[in-house]
């Protein structure tokens, strides 16, 4: 993997970390969907990994796009609008695309600021852990650009549209407290403790049956979007794979013995 997005595996979980902390970990450089793609990817094909934990190194989570390459009219901004939009598709787009695609549960341990595209690659975790000192932003519109990286339609999906509204329309950050109240993290930890909580809540999400693990997040994100009907035919039929997993039978066998289930994914 790159020195720039760190993948580290211990047991059935794997950290990802955004590794650009002299410059506050900014995303969308050239080659970061590249990154993310290859990430996802080898998470996706190792059924040994249950759970990834996201953060970023140093004293930022991520400060979003990087503003002086905009200002230069570098890497992927350089040229006319085709050739921009080029660059959201197949570079900035691959980052999210990616992430939203990672089948094991994610958590988002957000060390620091999550501004922009850090705020928008953070909500693409099944759940989020804050720093004391973290600060979340959609400042898209103070830099005179539209949330270009789809978090028009994540956030209001994660803390309701008055809100994701008001963080858009103002380009105001927020502090952790806030990010609590208002749903976008589920707990606000001390900076020093932030990666052991992180590895204690994979650790207990790995410890479920690997298999119906990916399928519950299946069912999850599909009922984002879609209709009752289609997720009510999805679960049956899941849940007849499910029924027929040796995993289910040792979760019924450990229930009545009273004892840990050991589980292997068949």
């Given at each position: 993997m790159s020195d720039e997005l760190l993948y580290e595996k211990d047991g059935h979980i794997v950290t990802l970390?955004?590794?650009?902390p002299e410059s506050r970990n900014p995303l969308g450089m050239d080659g970061d969907g590249d990154r993310f793609a290859v990430a996802a990817a080898r998470i996706n094909a190792d059924r040994d990994v249950r759970c990834v934990i996201l953060t970023g190194a140093g004293k930022a989570f991520s400060a979003g796009g990087n503003i002086k390459a905009m200002r230069e009219r570098q890497g992927g901004f350089e040229g006319v609008g085709v050739h921009v939009r080029e660059n959201y598709r197949n570079n900035i787009h691959r980052i999210v695309r990616?992430?939203?695609n990672v089948e094991v549960p994610m958590i988002a341990a957000?060390?620091?600021p999550?501004?922009?595209?850090?705020?928008?690659?953070?909500?693409?975790?099944d759940t989020r852990?804050?720093?004391d000192d973290a600060r979340f932003g959609a400042t898209f519109l103070k830099i005179g650009l539209v949330p270009g990286d789809g978090g028009a339609w994540l956030l209001p999906r994660v803390i309701g549209m008055a809100r994701a509204s008001e963080l858009f329309y103002t380009?105001?950050?927020?502090d952790a407290e806030t990010a609590l109240n208002w749903g976008l993290v589920s707990r606000i930890v001390p900076a020093a403790e932030l990666m052991d909580e992180a590895r204690a809540l994979a650790t207990k999400m790995a410890r479920q049956p690997p298999d119906v693990l990916r399928m519950t997040k299946k069912l999850m994100r599909e009922g984002m979007s879609t209709?009752?009907?289609m997720i009510m035919e999805l679960s049956a039929s899941m849940q007849?794979?499910?029924h027929h997993t040796e995993d289910h039978g040792e979760a019924i066998s450990a229930f009545f013995e009273k004892r840990d289930p050991i589980y292997k994914g068949r």
């Open positions: 970390t955004i590794n650009r990616s992430m939203w957000v060390n620091g999550a501004i922009g595209l850090g705020n928008d690659v953070a909500c693409l975790a852990i804050a720093a380009g105001d950050l927020i209709s009752f009907d007849a794979l499910a």
